[in-house]
């Protein structure tokens, strides 16, 4: 996993924020698809062991993503949770009834630098936000839980999709009434592309999914494909082609199409052979750009909404925890599926 020293916004390892999360998430599914290691297990359990002190620190959506990885770390061994249980299920109160909210009900994207962006919607929030919500319920039976990261689901499809594409807009200013910059920028939609399959699997046993949900995510990866470049990539600003081609989102709009091949979200069998085909693209893609030491290159900085298309073209391309988290969930979820 890329790391860096705490000073390092970009890369380190050591916040309890959303950075450090995915790449926790996806650690935990290597574990899983290699058959269980005690090197990975160990150094999940420490990892949480060290910063739980920072749990709390902040309540906001981004430094949610770290609870994911826990709540999944607590599935496979449950003797753990007398000791981490009370800190999940506090968490999981406070998203259900202190979380803001926008007007239409979706999570409000809130941050752990001291930032605010009222009435704002942004599509990162399903993964890192909305996943937590579904494993708690999963893991619980909760059945509220399971509703609430549904609705999140449809709010988001709902508000972020851009009809004409398919494809989603990074977010949504509700003090506006508008799409911001209106990119349809690559990582926004491989937040959704993997979240929404993740989610509805988690849930599917505990509430009810209205068909909207298969039928707007249907749309969404009909105009993925459409945009997949013929060397398998996504350009950052997806319909723009001039400007850079970005492997995170690559990588996590392939993970996307996997698992909702996997889960069967997709019904259409000549969708899902254009599913597969995409996936084996993009991986290859993914793969040229991980060196001999494992860091993926071609990953774009940490993101907000830009104030405009052109500047989604001007952000730093670093290694990053989430850009080797998107690879090697990819990875991780081609290796199951053997």
């Not at 826990?70 to 406070?94: D, Q």
């Not at 494809?167 to 959704?192: I, K, P, Q, T």
């Not at 996504?234 to 995170?248: A, N, Q």
């Not at 069967?264 to 290859?284: F, P, T, Y």
């Amino acid at each position: 996993m890329v790391t860096a020293p705490e000073s390092d916004w970009q890369r380190n390892m050591y916040n309890w924020d959303w950075k450090p999360g995915v790449g926790l998430i996806a650690a935990v599914k290597y574990g899983e698809a290699i058959g269980g290691s005690e090197a990975v297990r160990d150094y999940l359990w420490r990892w949480m062991r060290d910063n739980r002190h920072k749990a709390a620190a902040q309540r906001v959506i981004n430094s949610t993503a770290p609870f994911a990885a826990l709540t999944e770390m607590l599935r496979s061994e449950p003797f753990a949770a007398a000791e981490w249980m009370p800190l999940v299920r506090e968490h999981g109160e406070w998203l259900m009834h202190e979380a803001p909210r926008t007007k239409e009900g979706g999570f409000e994207h809130t941050v752990t630098e001291g930032v605010d962006f009222p009435e704002q919607l942004w599509a990162d929030t399903l993964v890192v936000g909305a996943l937590f919500l579904a494993r708690l319920a999963s893991l619980t039976g909760d059945k509220a839980m399971a509703q609430e990261a549904v609705k999140q689901v449809v709010v988001h499809l709902q508000i972020l999709q851009d009809e004409a594409t398919g494809v989603l807009f990074h977010g949504f200013d509700g003090l506006h009434r508008s799409h911001m910059s209106a990119a349809r920028w690559g990582r926004a939609n491989a937040w959704v592309a993997f979240g929404v399959p993740e989610i509805i699997a988690e849930v599917k046993h505990l509430a009810d999914i209205p068909p909207e949900v298969g039928e707007r995510y249907t749309a969404l990866v009909q105009g993925l494909v459409r945009l997949q470049t013929a060397n398998g990539m996504w350009h950052t600003v997806m319909d723009r082609p001039d400007f850079y081609l970005e492997t995170s989102a690559t990588a996590g709009i392939a993970y996307g199409f996997a698992v909702a091949l996997r889960s069967g979200l997709i019904a259409d069998a000549g969708l899902q052979a254009e599913l597969r085909e995409a996936v084996r693209k993009a991986a290859d893609a993914v793969m040229i750009h991980v060196d001999v030491y494992g860091a993926v290159h071609g990953v774009s900085g940490g993101t907000p909404v830009m104030p405009t298309v052109e500047a989604y073209n001007e952000v730093k391309i670093t290694p990053t925890p989430y850009g080797q988290a998107l690879a090697l969930l990819l990875i991780s979820e081609l290796l199951q599926q053997q």
